[in-house]
């Protein structure tokens, strides 16, 4: 539980750094980054409010970490509770309002602007995201993360329901505000939240976004790809007792599945996500509900 | 010291440019700081080095003094005259980061990033908004919107009514160019036609974060490519699907008849290169910002972006900007 935190940071890291290499920088720019925002002083505006600010910005990677806290990391979860996926969507719900202070705390217009873009996101992603968790929650039977995991040794809930399964993959990015879903820290609005915040302040909210990025795609293992167990094609474990392993290769596929997705999807505007989101993504996520309630209806 | 070495290696960049910059000028700092893969800062909180561009007058100078006392140490502020001086002055800056170490006093608690004199105490407040997307009425702001932001055309201000983020008046400003030198310099393009494609292209992929695409645009715009070369990466955005998508939706106001939404100017920009085809037109400053009124912020920006109004020409004629009128906040 103590290491949680730091090593939610280092492979958050280990994420920027590929994500950057996909970008076409060098693998090494998260770390200068990090280096030359604690070198940068930190600044204020006119009329500002830094305690709101600064509360939303330690919020986000305090969020992050209690996330986590929940997700079985292999075979069992650092905090084993009954109710993990609720636990996991409130810290998520927590993200939302530390963005939200985060743009409003500076009192500047594009600040502001980015701040409320985390609105209609949150409103077109939301349900889609809890209707895509809540289905494998209804096939195993269980909010535990680690009772649903385990009810996946014959056949992965990704390939059982592959559209619940794609559109957590979607609001892992929104939940994230990152990708495609960047709008709210969007450059046509200089860095929107994060436009006047310079120095410690930058870095937590950028390392905050990694950070979430990472442990809501470290959900994706114990929801949809098994948890620590090995792929149920392969026989027997050729690791036995190395769940941790498993762990971090699902986690490292789920990743690079995102990136693969950042790649191919420009910043979209929240008015043509919210299109989307409620004449394609909510009507899919609803059917896909719907089918695995019926096919485990005693 | 080691931290601030390996921090100068890759600064972020503010570029500031007057409205009549030389194109050649902007962009070949623009192919030098992509070749030192020096990232361009979003706002003056995301800078390390302010780069100002050809001879800014006395109204961008203004500006520029104004966001410099808002960027956070250590920083660098330096000026290229002429594409000559470029690489000596970019290492000159890396260099003055590296000695730039004491944490500066404009900075304190009084630090902002608008333009307002220091002697106003008073916040802006809010009026009331008559019209909003859900007919509400919300706050209105009065806001200028530029000329210091990413893929802003050269040295214009809108000076804009916001209810939310909703833009329900605009007005055009180019900063130190007198009003409208009429019609004689339309259809100028000092890069050419397609080299103008490839930088308007350029600057809205930017916007849209599609980050490899707006890269090998501006390769293109910054290098002599074959014909071929051209053609196919205009096919490449064409067929992008994605990318259409999140284009839609947005109308060019006052563009020319085929190209009335943001998905036909981009489908036209992109089409035609390479095909030896006249430049694209570039309506007046005036024009492209009466294009951003009802749209959203976000929308507003690439509508403006896309229609790549020639600041050169001056704003038309509007009425002079007055500083004392209403605050203003520059970006």
């Known amino acids: 539980m103590v290491l949680l935190a730091p090593a939610l940071v280092v492979v958050a890291g280990l994420a920027a750094a590929a994500g950057a290499a996909t970008a076409g920088e060098g693998p090494t720019a998260p770390v200068v980054e990090t280096l030359r925002l604690l070198t940068k002083q930190r600044r204020r505006t006119l009329s500002d409010d830094p305690a709101l600010a600064r509360i939303g910005l330690t919020a986000l990677p305090v969020a992050a970490v209690l996330a986590l806290a929940v997700v079985p990391l292999g075979d069992r979860a650092p905090v084993d509770l009954g109710v993990g996926v609720v636990w996991f969507n409130a810290m998520e719900v927590v993200a939302w309002f530390a963005v939200w202070v985060v ?57 059982w329901m592959p559209a619940a399964f794609l559109l957590y993959l979607l609001s892992v990015a929104a939940m994230a505000f990152w990708g495609p879903f960047a709008a709210p820290l969007g ?63 699902k986690l490292v596929v789920v990743l690079g599945l995102l990136l693969a997705l950042r790649r191919a999807v420009p910043m979209l505007r929240m008015a043509r996500f919210a299109t989307l989101a409620w004449t394609v993504l909510i009507p899919l996520a609803v059917a896909q509900a719907l089918v695995v309630t019926v096919v485990v209806l005693p | 010291m080691v931290l601030t070495s390996v921090v100068a290696r890759r600064p972020h960049v503010l570029t500031v440019a007057p409205a009549t910059v030389d194109a050649g000028l902007r962009t070949a700092v623009e192919a030098e700081l992509a070749r030192r893969r020096w990232p361009a800062a979003s706002s003056p909180a995301d800078t390390d080095v302010v780069l100002v561009l050809g001879t800014p007058g ?26 000559v001086a470029l690489r000596s002055v970019l290492d000159e800056a890396a260099a003055g980061l590296v000695a730039s170490r004491g944490r500066t006093s404009l900075l304190s608690a009084s630090d902002s990033n608008d333009v307002l004199p220091q002697e106003v105490g008073e916040p802006q407040m809010a009026d009331l908004a008559f019209y909003d997307h859900d007919g509400l009425a919300l706050d209105a702001l009065h806001v200028a919107v530029g000329p210091v932001l990413p893929h802003w055309p050269a040295g214009l201000v809108a000076h804009v009514t916001l209810a939310g983020d909703l833009i329900t008046d605009a007005r055009a400003e180019v900063l130190d160019v007198p009003a409208s030198v009429g019609p004689g310099s339309r259809g100028r393009s000092p890069l050419g036609p397609d080299r103008t494609r490839l930088d308007i292209l350029t600057r809205v992929l930017g916007l849209l974060g599609a980050d490899h695409l707006a890269a090998r645009a501006r390769q293109l715009r910054d290098r002599d490519p074959e014909p071929g070369e051209l053609t196919t990466f205009g096919r490449r955005l064409r067929r992008n699907r994605p990318l259409r998508w999140a ?42 910002v009466q294009a951003m009124v009802g749209l959203e912020l976000g929308a507003a920006r690439l509508a403006l972006a896309a229609m790549d109004p020639d600041t050169a020409l001056g704003a038309g004629p509007v009425t002079a900007f007055t500083p004392a009128e209403v605050a203003h906040q520059h970006h």
């Not at chain 1, 409320?116 to 992603?125: C, E, I, Q």
């Not at chain 2, 947005?250 to 390479?274: D, F």
């Open chain 1, 103 to 159: 743009g409003w705390g500076p009192n500047a217009a594009t600040s502001l602007a980015g701040g409320y873009r985390v609105l209609p996101l949150g409103l077109a992603y939301e349900l889609p995201h809890m209707l895509a968790i809540i289905t494998p929650a209804i096939a195993a039977g269980s909010l535990s993360p680690g009772v649903i995991a385990a009810a996946q040794h014959d056949l992965w809930y990704a390939v």
């Open chain 1, 187 to 249: 450059r046509d609005l200089a860095g929107g939240a994060a436009a006047e915040h310079a120095g410690l302040d930058r870095l937590l909210l950028l390392a905050g976004r990694w950070m979430l990025l990472t442990a809501a795609a470290a959900m994706a293992v114990p929801l949809f790809l098994g948890g620590g167990a090995p792929p149920p094609i392969t026989g027997p474990d050729p690791f036995p007792g190395l769940p941790v392993l498993w762990f971090a290769v």
């Open chain 2, 58 to 83: 006395p109204r961008l100078a203004d500006v520029v003094r104004s966001v410099w006392a808002t960027v956070p140490a250590p920083r660098a502020l330096v000026g290229v005259p002429t594409e």
């Open chain 2, 247 to 288: 284009l839609r939706d947005v109308p060019l106001v006052g563009g020319p008849v085929e190209e009335r939404t943001l998905e036909e100017r981009v489908a036209n920009l992109a089409g035609a290169l390479g095909g030896s085809l006249p430049p694209p037109v570039r309506p007046t400053a005036e024009k492209a």
